[in-house]
Structures are given as structure tokens and as C-alpha cells.
């Protein structure tokens, strides 16, 4: 681990160890001579950059998504990213910027499910119309394919809701 990555994990998330892990902690950090009572060059806190995640490799954002449904820790997910050859600025800019993008698929999961109600509620408008199988069999297949159509996307924007919302609260304990 780096002096940043320990120096995170003894500030920010030393609750979370065993007794046995805050002695190999504090142990690690005497070695190293990391005193976290004076501030050092190497020990200031990063400046925070909002990460697009337009721009974050697909497997890196799932990595994430998996471990925080997981509910694993910052410092968890951190070890992850720079296992994958992510610089630790990097990394911690990511990690940092999560809840943003959380956010953002939250709200995109809601476009989904409200596209996915109109899609739905307008093909049952085109099937209840009084048409003519003989003469009007595709708009019948039209409003039929908008049923088919538009469940699925409700129920997709459900479920994916549903594990950002998990996300959510996870990223909150």
C-alpha cells in the first residue's frame, strides 16, 4: 500500500479494522516513519477532481459497482484500482466522484422508466384504436411492439434503481 493509501485507511477508516489490523496498521506506520499528528508534503490531502465517467474504462466502473453492492470499504476499492494499474490520484479522484455518478444513473434509470411508461401507455392507445387486421396490421404491430417495448424498459430502469439505491446507501454507512 502507499503512505496515502495507509494514511486514508488510519484517518478515515480505522473503525472499521480488528484489533489485530489497527497493530499491523500502527506497526506499518512507525516503520515508515508516518506520524499522522504533524502535517508532511506527502501526507496533505489530494485536491478533489470531479472524474467524467464518460471517459473511466466500462470493467473500472463495474469493479466499483460490484464492491460497493458488496459494501466494501473506500480503502477496499482503492487496493482494487491500483491492482489495475490505476494511479493512486487517479483512483481516489474516481472513488471520490462515485456519488456523483451514481446520482447521474439514478436519474437516467428514472428517464428510462418514464420513456418506458410512454412508450407503454401509447401502444395501448394504438390497440384500442378501432383497426382493421386486414388493412392495418402494422400499426396493430406497432402499438403491440411499444407494449413489449416499453415493459422493458420499466423494468429495466426498476431493477438498476433498485442496486443504485443500494449503492447509495452503502456509500452512506
Known amino acids: 500500500m502507499s503512505d ?3 494514511i486514508k485507511l488510519a484517518t478515515l ?3 472499521e ?6 497493530l499491523i496498521l500502527l506497526k506499518e506506520l512507525e516503520k515508515r516513519k508516518i ?3 504533524k502535517p508532511a508534503d506527502h501526507q496533505q490531502e489530494h485536491h478533489n477532481t470531479v472524474i467524467n465517467f464518460k471517459q473511466v474504462e466500462k470493467h473500472i466502473i463495474q469493479y466499483i459497482s460490484e464492491q ?5 470499504s473506500d480503502a477496499y476499492i482503492l487496493g482494487g484500482l491500483l491492482e489495475r494499474g490505476i494511479e493512486e490520484n487517479t483512483a481516489v479522484d474516481i472513488i471520490k466522484s462515485f456519488p456523483v ?6 436519474n437516467n434509470m428514472s428517464q428510462t422508466i418514464l420513456t418506458g411508461t410512454l412508450q407503454f401507455v401509447s401502444g395501448l392507445a394504438i390497440i ?3 383497426l382493421r387486421k386486414d388493412t392495418q396490421l402494422a400499426v396493430i404491430i406497432i402499438g403491440y411492439s411499444l407494449i413489449i417495448l416499453g415493459s422493458f424498459r420499466i423494468f429495466h430502469g426498476f431493477l438498476n434503481k433498485k442496486k443504485i439505491n443500494k449503492m447509495m446507501k452503502n456509500q452512506l454507512n
Do not use: F, M, S
Open 13 to 15: 477508516e480505522l473503525h
Open 17 to 22: 479494522l480488528t484489533v489485530e489490523a489497527k
Open 68 to 72: 460497493k453492492l458488496k459494501n466494501e
Open 4 to 6: 496515502a493509501a495507509l
Open 101 to 106: 455518478y451514481l446520482e447521474e444513473q439514478k
Open 128 to 130: 384500442e384504436l378501432p
Open 35 to 37: 506520524d499522522l499528528t
